[in-house]
C-alpha cells in the first residue's frame, strides 16, 4: 500500500478534455465541462485551456483517436499545463496511455471528485468513506505513474522510503505487496464503516422511539441546503460557496408553527456523473433520505442547469430507493434569477416553494408548507384535565404545543396540539367530542 504522508502539490494548471458521442449531446457535453472546470477548481488548480470533442466511435487505447489525443496532448504542453483532465471516465489502460505519452499527470472526473471528497472530509465517518472509495479506485491503478493532486496521496519513487509522488516502473513484487496490504486495507474499513453504521443505526432507533417526523435536504451540491438548514433551525454547519462543502450529516430540531417537532437532516450533495462507487461508498450518509418521512428538495434556481441538476438528484434517490418518498421541491437564490425565468420555473415546478435563503423570502411560507406537510400526523385538542392527572400537561409540553392553560375552575383547561400517535392518551379527557386538525 501506498505510504501516507505530506508530499508538495505539484499539479498548478489543467488542460480539461471533454469527450461526446453523439452530436445531439453536445449541449449537455458542454455543461459538464464547465461543471468539470469548477470541480478542478474547487482543487486550487488554474485552468491553462479546455476542449470538447466529438468522437465518432471510441478508441480502445486512448478513448479518443490516436491523432486525436497526440493533438490535444500537444495543445496542452503549449498552454504550459502540468495535467490533462478527461471529463470521460477512463480505465486503468487508458489512464496509463495518456500519462505515457504525455509524460504528464493524467486523471479522469471520478478521481477529481475524489481529491475533492479528501479534502472536505471532516469527520470519522466521511473520512473512513473516501479512504475506501480512493482506494477502491486506486487498486487496478497501482502502476501509474502519478497518484492523487491533493496532498494526502499515494505513492512512491520506487518504493516506501521515496519522497516524491511518482510511482514509476515498480517490480512486480513490489506491486504484488502493494495490491494485497491495499486489499487488507479495504477489508478493515468496511469492517470500521460497519462499526460507523450500527452506531448511526442505534441514534436512528432512539430517534424513532421517540417518534420524532424527519426531513431530509437533499440537492445538488452547492444548492444552499446547510444555509437552509441554519436558516430554520439556527444551526452552525460550515457553509462555504464551494463544491461538497459538506460531506457529513447534520441533524437539528425544528419547531413547526404548530409546535410540532420536526427533525431536519443535511445531506452530501450529488452531482452529475457522480461515480456509483461514491455512492456506494456514502450509503451510509445518503440512507438519512430514505428513512426520512419526506425530502425537501433544494434547487439553485439561478442555475442555468436546473433541471439537468433536479434530474440528477432524482436518479440519485431513486438508486438509494428513495424514489417514491413526498418531495417538497424548494427554489433558492430568487433573488438571482429574472422574474420572466423565476415564472417559468414556477411553471415547471408547480408545488415549488421559492425562496431567497440570503435575504429571507419565501421563509415564512416554506415554514407553513412544512407545517401542512405534517398536518396528517397531529390533531388539536381542547382538554378539561384534573389537577391530580397534571403529568398529562407535562406530556402536552413534552411531545406537542400548549396553546394555553387555565386553572381557575379547580381543572386544568388545556389547548393543546399533539402528535395522533397520543391521542388515545388525552381522549377520554376530550372537553367536546370532537378533535380537528390544527
Known sequence: MFDVREKPNKVERAFLIGAYFDRREEEDAQAL??????????????I??????FVREANPRYLLGKGKAAELIAQAKELDADCIVIDNELSPAQQRAWEQDSNSCVIDRHEVILDIFNMRARTKEARLQVELARLEYSLPRLTRMWMHLDRQGGGSSGGSSGSGGATRGEGETQLEVDRRLSSKRVDKLKAELEEVKKQRETARKERARVSVPMAAIVGYTNAGKSSLLNRLTNAEVLVEDKLFA?????????????GQALLVTDTVGFVRNLPHDLVQSFRATLEESVIADFLIQVLDASSKHVMEMYRTTTAVLKELGAGDKKVLVVLNKIDLVEPDRLRELQREFPDAESISIRTGEGMDALMHRLHHMMIDRVVRMDLTIPLHRMDLVALAHQEGKVLSEDYEQGVGLVQCVVPKRWESKFAPFLTVATTQNP
Request: proline share 3%; charged share 35%.
Open 33 to 46: 465541462l464547465d461543471e468539470l472546470q469548477e470541480l478542478v477548481e474547487t482543487l486550487g488548480i488554474a
Open 246 to 258: 459538506t460531506l457529513d450529516t447534520t441533524t437539528r430540531r425544528l419547531e413547526l408553527p404548530d
Open 48 to 53: 491553462a485551456g479546455k476542449e470538447l470533442v
